[in-house]
T-cell receptor, first 112, second 112 residues
Framework: DQQVKQNSPSLSVQEGRISILNCDYT??????FLWYKKYPAEGPTFLIS?????DKNEDGRFTVFLNKSAKHLSLHIVPSQPGDSAVYFC???????????FGGGTRLMVKP | EPEVTQTPSHQVTQMGQEVILRCVPI?????FYWYRQILGQKVEFLVS????????KSEIFDDQFSVERPDGSNFTLKIRSTKLEDSAMYFC??????????FGAGTRLSVL
């Protein structure tokens, strides 16, 4: 099941620079997208979300961009901080229900 | 900040035994979910529960699985006869609406 895909398993960024995490999806019925952050031995923590009627949503250092025609979304973190080092999951919901379909995750390492 | 709590953090069981994983969702939330993550794989949806009944379930959620909300606070996942392949991290989540879900820290189930 590859409905939500994160093609980069890992990303390394210098502190203070921008981190860009990417996510692609195939199901055109998805209408709501979320990013979660996960530390080891913890559950996923909600970061930011975007509805399919928007193309951008911003919350502090985090911005999510949605390109519906390309079925692509990205998470920008700026400036990146060492505490942002975690696994980031992209997830999507369709308009028929509440289940989340997750991508495989991208491990972000922010170097001091 | 309110959080979803899960117990136990680690459950070890013998193949063929029944296990019950417990969750206390956030108190004013209306939707409840179970997800699982097998080591090295994606987070996968199992089931959602709303208004005292299952609203969605995945193919994984077969007759060996059941969920219950026995009182106003707990939400449980029962696996009737565990198999080796049930070994995974099980996450409970809850939400107020169709939007963001909040996850617990998970229960690691080890089936021997």
């Amino acid at each position: 099941d590859q409905q939500v895909k994160q093609n980069s398993p890992s990303l390394s960024v210098q502190e203070g620079r921008i981190s860009i995490l990417n996510c692609d999806y195939t199901n055109s019925m998805f209408d709501y997208f979320l990013w979660y952050k996960k530390y080891p031995a913890e559950g996923p923590t909600f970061l930011i979300s975007i509805s399919s009627i928007k193309d951008k949503n911003e919350d502090g250092r985090f911005t999510v961009f949605l390109n519906k025609s390309a079925k692509h979304l990205s998470l920008h973190i700026v400036p990146s901080q060492p505490g942002d080092s975690a696994v980031y999951f992209c997830a999507a919901k369709n308009n028929a229900g509440n289940m989340l379909t997750f991508g495989g995750g991208t491990r972000l390492m922010v170097k001091p | 900040e309110p959080e979803v709590t899960q117990t136990p953090s680690h459950q070890v069981t013998q193949m063929g035994q029944e296990v019950i994983l417990r969750c206390v969702p956030i108190s004013n939330h209306l939707y409840f979910y179970w997800y699982r993550q097998i080591l090295g794989q994606k987070v996968e949806f199992l089931v959602s529960f709303y208004n005292n009944e299952i609203s969605e379930k995945s193919e994984i959620f077969d007759d060996q699985f059941s969920v219950e909300r026995p009182d106003g606070s707990n939400f449980t996942l029962k696996i009737r006869s565990t198999k080796l392949e049930d070994s995974a991290m099980y996450f409970c989540a809850s939400s107020v609406s169709r939007e963001k879900s909040y996850f617990g820290a998970g229960t690691r189930l080890s089936v021997l």
